[in-house]
């Protein structure tokens, strides 16, 4: 009952797992370089509009300065005032238009950047041993293909230029508010001193409180998420209200944090509210005096003001932007982990061509392997076999004998510890795996439906294939009795939410597959489950059709199949205990001859 939802199932834990870390390093953002570098000119361009906006909004102040001290005066003409006006028009226009500008573009980098990096982290992923997928959580890397890069894409598209522009408006606001008044500046440096100084430190407090809430919601959609797939358990051991009382635990601990966070925040908002109007408000009285005393002109006094607001929302912003920036840098590392993964199983630099035909001849040379998480026990222990063409093989054994183990090796989604296949005479691990695996066709025990049509399910053992092949592979495979008479035939979507199919008809989808695939090799996992005696009748002609002109080797879970194998290897604990014919193995009175009495002959 203490197991998360991440835990017993990966496909939640991208909503429940707690937020990204932060990552210790911001040079972890460079690793964005490669993916901006096609698109320099779209950063000059964006940079450019950068600068351009930056300025007009450090102008605005000496515009409205002329404005006051030369058109709102006595003697102004009605000349002087248009002009001005006009010039504060003619600005506002300009930078309207450069802030579009920028808008635009370094949006334009964030969304391309983005859906650049997704597209390579989830292309690198295809390309890994399943190995990889043992040791990684489908969930953790859905939740970095979704939740990282849009972090990268905030941050690139949107926080970086805030960033920037509010760098740029801080020192251009500290400088001209140098140029402007260097006493007042002076007064009003102290002034901002002590006043963002403890904002900032309130704002990490917030940030530190605003995480642990997260952290709390998260764990309250885990528990959620695990006891609302297993309602009918909790109401089975009548612990609905034990239940709902440990989620209400969880969400008061949520609600506690939440009330923590918004006192902060409401502290933080008086703080802001008053000690920067404090500041302003001492800052233009001190100013008021000076204009009177004819030490500095009203127009300066204002254009003073502006300045100091604009230097002040520069640093909030800054500080601001700085999380996004950190935690991007985190998303960051993690995706060009993902995008650095190396498969275990490389293709050699100079494969060695497989001659096109239509045999496929196997040996087995003192093969074993043990599973790199299982490194004490053998998987495969020392098996020898030779597989000639057009031969078909029955592998028989008790469950965790290594059958699966045999067909993954031949595969090359391992490579062996020691000794070797080879396939026509190659060692495999010479071979381009894509060429070897286009020669192999495989029948799962479970068959994987896509969610698309029949056809399209089909067609995925030959993208080529034309409709009539299609067709010919179906029936070939028995497949085309329960298609025929499903609603839109070989149009209707087999996916998860359309109809569903019974485990026969998605095993002989999955021989119609393998058989337009038409491979020299065929390798079959026999379904364990019970079919009906009807769909098992269909899948057993399908399958022999199948395995008609090509070398097979098949996990055998039925008697029929394994009386038409030429040859029976029995395996037990990873090696091979017997070989021979059927009879022969009877004969033998072996392990083949208990199994067969046992559990083949169900
Ligand atoms: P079979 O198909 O005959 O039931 P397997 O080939 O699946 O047997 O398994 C052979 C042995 O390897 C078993 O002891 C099993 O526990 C182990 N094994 C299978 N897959 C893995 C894996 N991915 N990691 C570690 N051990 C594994």
């Known amino acids: 009952m203490t197991a998360t939802a991440s835990d017993s199932r990966p496909g939640v834990s991208a909503t429940a797992s707690p937020p990204p870390k932060t990552a210790r390093k911001l040079s972890a953002l460079a690793g964005l370089l490669p993916f901006l570098r096609p698109y320099r000119g779209y950063l000059a361009v964006a940079t450019v509009m950068l600068v351009l906006s930056s300025a007009a909004m450090l102008v605005v102040p000496i515009a409205f300065r002329d404005l006051i001290d030369k058109g709102f005066v006595r003697n102004a003409t009605s000349g002087d005032i248009n002009g001005h006006f006009a010039a504060l028009g003619v600005l506002a226009v300009f930078w309207a238009l450069a802030t579009a500008g920028r808008y635009y573009f370094v949006s334009w980098i964030g969304e391309r950047v983005t859906a650049d990096l997704r597209s390579a982290v989830y292309r690198r992923m295809l390309f890994q041993a399943p190995a990889y997928f043992e040791t990684t959580r489908t969930g953790e890397v859905l939740s970095r293909l979704t939740g990282d890069t849009t972090l990268v894409q905030t941050v690139v598209g949107s926080s970086v230029s805030m960033g920037l522009r509010s760098v740029l408006q801080f020192i251009g606001g500290l400088v001209m508010l140098g140029v402007t008044s260097p006493r007042l500046f002076a ?140 935690r991007a840098a985190g998303a960051t590392e993690r995706l060009i982990e993902l995008l650095h993964a190396e498969s275990t199983i490389q293709p050699p630099a100079h494969p060695k061509p497989l001659p096109e035909s239509r045999q496929a001849r196997i040996e087995f040379r003192d093969l074993s392997f043990r599973y790199p998480s299982r490194p004490d026990t053998a998987a495969l222990d020392h098996i020898a076999l030779d597989i000639r063409e057009g031969e078909t093989v029955a592998v028989v054994g008790p469950s965790g004998a290594g059958k699966t183990t045999l067909f993954q090796l031949l595969l090359r989604f391992h490579d062996a ?90 095993q002989r989808i999955a021989i119609a597959r393998a058989i337009l695939k038409n491979p020299p090799l065929l390798l079959l996992d026999e379904a364990t489950s019970a079919l009906d005696a009807e769909s098992e009748q269909y899948v057993q002609r399908g399958l022999e059709a199948a395995m008609v002109g090509r070398t097979t080797l098949v996990i055998a879970h039925r008697l029929a199949t394994v009386q038409r194998a030429d040859r029976i290897v029995v395996m037990d604990a990873g090696k091979i205990v017997e070989i021979g014919t059927p009879a022969e193995l009877v004969a033998n009175g072996g392990l083949y001859a208990r199994l067969a009495s046992l559990q083949l002959m169900a």
Request: hydrophobic share 50%; charged share 20%.
């Open 187 to 326: 007064i009003t440096a102290v002034l901002l001193i002590a006043v963002v100084v403890p904002l900032v430190a309130i704002g990490r407090a917030v940030k530190r409180v605003s995480r642990d809430a997260q952290d709390r919601v998260a764990d309250t959609s885990a528990i959620a998420g695990e006891i609302l797939n297993a309602v009918p358990t909790v109401q089975a051991f009548t612990q609905e209200n034990a239940e709902a009382a440990r989620y209400d635990r969880t969400v008061e601990s949520s609600f506690d944090s939440a009330i923590r966070r918004t006192r902060l925040r409401a502290a933080m908002t008086a703080g802001i509210i008053g000690g920067v109007f404090g500041a302003i408000v001492f800052v233009l009285w001190l100013g008021a005096q000076a204009v009177v005393a004819g030490t500095m002109s009203a127009g300066q006094l204002a254009s003073f003001v502006l300045y100091a607001v604009l230097t002040a929302g520069g640093v909030g912003v800054i500080a601001e932007v700085w999380g996004d920036v950190m």
């Open 417 to 506: 510890s020691s000794g070797a296949i080879l396939f026509n005479g190659v060692d495999l691990r010479d071979l381009d795996p894509e060429s070897l695996r286009a020669r192999i066709g495989i029948v799962p025990q479970d068959a994987v439906i896509f969610s698309a049509d029949a056809a399209t399910n089909i067609r995925y053992g030959n993208p080529n294939a034309t409709d009539e092949e299609v067709r010919a592979a179906a029936r070939t495979a028995r497949a085309d009795e329960f298609i025929e008479r499903l609603p839109d035939g070989y149009a209707t979507f087999l996916g998860e939410r359309g109809l569903r199919l019974s485990g026969g008809q998605r």
